[in-house]
């Protein structure tokens, strides 16, 4: 295994300074935010990216986010070109890690052992899986892309087995290793998903084998681990049941995931225009009531309240919508930055506190 990266690093100087950044089409632009965490439910936010007094990764693109489940204050997050950083106070305050890749699309923090991580990778062109024994000090490259041109797209660990992990790429390939990095098979479930970027998997944190797949234009498969049990692409279109009239409710153009932590086989899909919930682990969907308005910009991240399932929240653009009753009724909060919000989290012990990242 190749070696890439010794040492924390503490910023020297400001990142992307003097970049502008393109406007949001529809919505007025603010500064330059690229991570914001919200301390009261998300009825107002701050900016959270200081790495000293004189700099700050306020510019860069946060694609990725993976929270110590140990202390919720240890988190990591990952850029498009500007790095990882790490911060064990909530964001008051950051440190850079030496992580010479880009494209960070994919975090795991082990759950089992904090020190452990995996995280992906672009360098020299080519895709890659990373690894690091001691929280970031020191990486070693455990995957290899053959050629440049493919990117691994996303990461996910099962929170049942912690040496199992599956990663995503932008060809449509799934891979796992089953022994904490140190080999990886191919996991070849249907034709369809292949070629389509798959965008995330997300493991059913109840005593329950499913895994969810978001495959880009494609939809949500669910999977037992070996096998596709629930194919939105299907003739029966099981997954695209009518709810209302004879309206078709799909996940094809689903953009974000997100699963119910209170509540066995409840899963949300985010859409380039709406909200969709499923109450059957993927096999039919519902489509939510959002604010209409929200649905002229995809919902980038989604997010339910660990400590109430009622409570369920979006963002769109630069919005945060929040439901308290499964989404009959929504509150809005604004949300002020020059990009568009890319995810949504809570903190798992106190889900007053909500962290949302941005991307152009």
């Known amino acids: 295994m190749k070696k890439i990266a010794l040492g924390l690093m503490v910023v020297a100087v400001?990142?992307?300074?003097g970049c502008s950044m393109p406007k949001i089409p529809g919505v007025s632009s603010g500064p330059s935010v690229s991570f914001v965490r919200s301390s009261d439910g998300g009825v107002t936010f701050e900016s959270k990216t200081a790495v000293d007094e004189k700099t700050n990764f306020s510019s860069a693109e946060v694609i990725s986010i993976a929270m110590n489940p140990q202390d919720t204050r240890n988190i990591f997050v990952g850029t498009r070109e500007s790095g990882m950083f790490v911060t064990d106070n909530s964001g008051d305050s950051w440190r850079k890690i030496i992580y010479p890749p880009t494209r960070i699309y994919g975090l795991v923090i082990d759950s089992s052992n904090p020190q452990h991580l995996f995280a992906t990778g672009e360098?020299?062109?080519?895709?890659?899986?990373?690894?690091?024994?001691?929280?970031?000090?020191?990486?070693?490259?455990?995957?290899?892309?053959?050629?440049?041109?493919?990117?691994?797209?996303?990461?996910?660990?099962?929170?049942?087995?912690?040496?199992?992990?599956?990663?995503?790429?932008?060809?449509?390939?799934?891979?796992?290793?089953?022994?904490g990095g140190a080999t990886w098979k191919n996991i070849v479930f249907t034709p369809t998903m292949s070629g389509k970027i798959i965008r995330k998997i997300v493991f059913e944190t109840h005593q329950s084998n499913a895994i969810y797949f978001l495959v880009d234009g494609k939809g949500v498969f669910v999977s037992d681990g070996e096998k596709i049990v629930t194919d939105p692409t299907a003739a029966s279109g099981a997954i695209a049941s009518a709810v209302t009239g004879t309206t078709p409710v799909g996940t094809g153009s689903a953009v974000s995931l997100a699963l119910d932590p209170g509540r066995s086989g409840v899963v949300y899909a985010g859409l380039a225009k709406g909200l969709l919930r499923s109450n059957d682990f993927g096999k039919t969907?519902?489509?939510?009531?959002?604010?209409?308005?929200?649905?002229?910009?995809?919902?980038?991240?989604?997010?339910?309240?660990?400590?109430?399932?009622?409570?369920?929240?979006?963002?769109?653009?630069l919005t945060l919508y929040k439901s308290t009753d499964r989404g009959v009724s929504w509150s809005t909060h604004q949300i002020v930055s020059d990009k568009s919000a890319n995810f949504l989290q809570y903190d798992p012990y106190d889900p007053n506190i909500m962290y949302v990242g941005f991307k152009k």
């Open 14 to 17: 400001p990142l992307l300074s």
């Open 123 to 179: 360098w020299e062109g080519r895709g890659k899986i990373y690894q690091s024994g001691d929280a970031g000090a020191n990486w070693n490259e455990v995957y290899t892309e053959p050629a440049i041109g493919t990117v691994i797209t996303t990461l996910a660990q099962d929170p049942f087995n912690p040496q199992v992990v599956y990663a995503g790429t932008s060809a449509g390939m799934v891979i796992r290793t089953n022994d």
């Open 285 to 317: 969907w519902e489509a939510l009531n959002v604010i209409e308005s929200s649905k002229k910009f995809p919902v980038g991240g989604i997010a339910v309240n660990p400590k109430n399932s009622d409570e369920i929240a979006y963002v769109s653009a």
